[in-house]
């Protein structure tokens, strides 16, 4: 029997083959007000890639509230949709303070013309801040300049904002088994190492350090099923990742004399074809 996906794949790849890397520039995934119709599928990678069936979040939630809300980029797979409720739910049941829930993706996913990422392009990628708390309506739509710094970089410490909110903000975050990996600061993973218990620190393994993430964390899920040509990440490494080479993040790094030109690859074909429709 002829395997219809096999052929698929064989012809993206085909078309694929030959292309190469292009310059920097915006796709005009931002022409898209709307989600594109249809069964909910995550295409192509976290850095490369659209969606299709998306589902715009509420802006106000049981447990959290959505900022940054004149970006547009509050739309979700139905996966990250539902992550995001139920995070709420267990903040609220927590009596934590409301989550402030920033970028997820564009009503078509796709790559910001703007705004530092090169992820969210699939709807299972979600910023949230550090700075807890419910915003006024007014501040929701326009948050530039209201989220707080958790770390100080030039001497590698923690603010007085952080505190024991924003540990279990991460951990409620973390324990959900959705949940891929979640990227932070490298000296926000080092302070939750230094403070938990070595037989508490199992959530720390999905947690990532990486460079910037100084007033948000930045949550990725699987692929969720329903999305055959949606590409995972290879596994975290095992282990709670308090180690030498966690330390190793905060040690001065040489300054390159190189200058690499921002580049990116074509979107996947079923990607393009979305634009094309869109442009037509």
Not at 56 to 83: C, N, T, W
Not at 146 to 173: F, I, P
Request: charged share 20%.
């Amino acid at each position: 029997m002829v395997n219809k996906k096999n052929i698929i794949k064989t012809a993206i790849f085909s078309v694929f083959v030959g292309l190469t890397i292009l310059p920097l520039q915006a796709a005009g995934w931002e022409q898209f007000k709307k989600p594109v119709a249809g069964k909910p599928n995550a295409i192509g990678k976290y850095t490369n890639g659209c969606l299709i069936g998306a589902q715009a979040l509420p802006f106000d939630g049981e447990g959290y509230q959505i900022v940054r809300r004149e970006k547009l980029r509050y739309f979700a797979h139905p996966e990250m949709y539902s992550y995001l409720i139920d995070l709420g739910h267990k903040i609220h049941k927590s009596h934590l303070p409301e989550m402030l829930v920033s970028d997820i993706a564009m009503p078509a996913g796709g790559r910001f013309a703007s705004g530092g990422h090169s992820s969210h392009q699939l709807g299972l990628d979600v910023d949230i801040w550090f700075k807890m708390g419910k915003l006024t309506q007014a501040q929701a739509q326009h948050s530039t300049g209201l989220a707080r710094y958790m770390v100080n970089e030039s001497n590698h410490t923690m603010t007085r904002d952080w505190g024991r909110s924003q540990a279990k903000l991460l951990e409620l975050a973390a324990k959900d088994p959705r949940v891929a990996r979640i990227f932070v600061n490298p000296m926000v993973k080092i302070k939750l190492c230094e403070t938990l218990p070595k037989a508490q620190r199992g959530w720390l393994h999905k947690v990532r350090p990486w460079f910037g993430h100084n007033d948000h964390f930045h949550v990725r899920l699987n692929c969720p099923k329903g999305s055959p040509y949606c590409e995972n990440q290879a596994a975290v490494p095992a282990g709670d990742g308090c180690n030498a080479t966690l330390y190793s993040w905060l040690e001065p790094k040489r300054p390159s004399h190189k200058v690499h030109k921002a580049i990116i690859p074509p979107p996947p074909v079923l990607c393009q074809m979305l634009l094309d429709k869109h442009k037509s």
